[in-house]
């Protein structure tokens, strides 16, 4: 067991090393994506004006939302994962991986969480530096047991944000291109994950619908718990369970589309 994490352990410390290369990169992205937040506020006050609450929310509430949901995009997004999972197929260079012992999505999975690590601490620096401008118009809750029901959906969220990621790449088995299915699952995932606007402003039945679709709990389900969008406690472990289930349901689906690429794979070059 204990080679096995060190075998691992290896693959996320060289990750590491790769991605602080492009340290600087990712530093000005997040700058970058602070400007996404000026057109936010923006078109929320425009919205909010004449409104003290839309949604049952005032516009601290919402835009304390857009806030925690650029900063948890770069701490569990799946950026380009499943590009680079298609590269590896199309390319022959996974050929590597089936005659040693290494099992390829935790190999994948360690990729991901180093690059993460990286963005989500690089991502703090824009926060610090532009927090005292945001502060105003922040509204955070101070409720504890937030964290505690928080971070398990933050980390489940983030394997389902990779396992998305793991199971688009290995259509490459089938596909030659997989542009337009990434494509369409990131329209997907910007509409019913809560990425263009809160979903409990959905109509409630439409809402409702969509907490059982995994993209709810790609985004949506940890901003809204950290920010107060959910306060119900009860309802919470729900979802938790149903996140649980959608994780497991997803990992489940990649390990089949692997065995079953491997079928149809033709290991040459690499």
Same mark, same amino acid.
């Given at each position: 067991?204990?080679?096995?994490?060190?075998?691992?352990?290896?693959?996320?410390?060289?990750?590491?090393?790769?991605?602080?290369?492009?340290?600087?990169?990712?530093?000005?992205?997040?700058?970058?994506?602070? @400007?996404?937040?000026?057109?936010?506020?923006?078109?929320?006050?425009?919205?909010?004006?004449?409104?003290?609450?839309?949604?049952?929310?005032?516009? &601290?509430?919402?835009?304390?939302?857009?806030? =925690?949901?650029?900063?948890?995009? @770069?701490?569990?997004?799946?950026?380009?994962?499943?590009?680079?999972?298609?590269?590896?197929?199309?390319?022959?260079?996974?050929?590597?991986?089936?005659?040693?012992?290494?099992?390829? @999505?935790?190999?994948? %999975?360690?990729?991901? =969480?180093?690059?993460?690590?990286?963005?989500?601490?690089?991502?703090?620096?824009?926060?610090?530096?532009?927090?005292?401008?945001?502060?105003?118009?922040?509204?955070?809750? =101070?409720?504890?047991?937030?964290?505690?029901?928080?971070?398990?959906?933050?980390?489940?969220?983030? !394997?389902?944000?990779?396992?998305?990621?793991?199971? %688009?790449?290995?259509?490459?088995?089938?596909?030659?291109?997989?542009?337009?299915? !990434?494509?369409?699952?990131?329209?997907?995932?910007?509409?019913?994950?809560?990425?263009?606007?809160?979903?409990?402003? +959905? $109509?409630?039945?439409?809402?409702? !619908?969509?907490?059982?679709?995994?993209?709810?709990?790609?985004?949506?389900? $940890? !901003?809204?718990?950290?920010?107060?969008?959910?306060?119900? $406690?009860?309802?919470?472990?729900?979802?938790?369970?149903?996140?649980?289930?959608?994780?497991?349901?997803?990992?489940?689906?990649?390990?089949? +589309?692997?065995?079953? &690429?491997?079928? +149809?794979?033709?290991?040459?070059?690499?």
């Amino acid at each position: 067991m204990l080679s096995i994490l060190n075998k691992y352990r290896a693959v996320f410390l060289v990750g590491l090393q790769s991605n602080l290369v492009y340290r600087m990169n990712f530093a000005v992205r997040g700058f970058f994506s602070f @400007f996404h937040l000026i057109v936010v506020f923006i078109l929320w006050s425009a919205a909010y004006t004449g409104n003290r609450e839309i949604g049952g929310f005032n516009f &601290g509430q919402t835009f304390t939302y857009f806030v =925690a949901l650029i900063i948890v995009q @770069f701490m569990i997004g799946a950026f380009n994962e499943d590009y680079q999972i298609s590269e590896e197929i199309r390319n022959g260079l996974i050929n590597q991986f089936l005659l040693k012992p290494v099992n390829y @999505f935790a190999y994948r %999975f360690s990729i991901y =969480a180093s690059a993460r690590l990286v963005t989500g601490l690089l991502i703090l620096i824009p926060v610090i530096v532009t927090y005292p401008l945001l502060k105003d118009y922040l509204t955070i809750p =101070a409720d504890w047991w937030r964290l505690a029901l928080g971070f398990p959906a933050l980390l489940m969220s983030a !394997v389902i944000q990779f396992g998305i990621a793991y199971c %688009f790449g290995l259509m490459s088995f089938w596909f030659l291109e997989i542009q337009g299915l !990434v494509v369409l699952s990131m329209a997907l995932e910007s509409l019913l994950g809560g990425q263009i606007f809160p979903l409990d402003l +959905l $109509p409630a039945w439409l809402f409702r !619908v969509s907490q059982f679709l995994p993209y709810y709990y790609q985004m949506y389900f $940890p !901003v809204a718990i950290f920010t107060g969008r959910l306060s119900d $406690p009860s309802a919470i472990m729900v979802g938790l369970g149903i996140q649980a289930g959608w994780m497991l349901i997803i990992l489940a689906i990649g390990q089949f +589309l692997w065995q079953r &690429g491997l079928r +149809l794979h033709t290991a040459v070059g690499g």
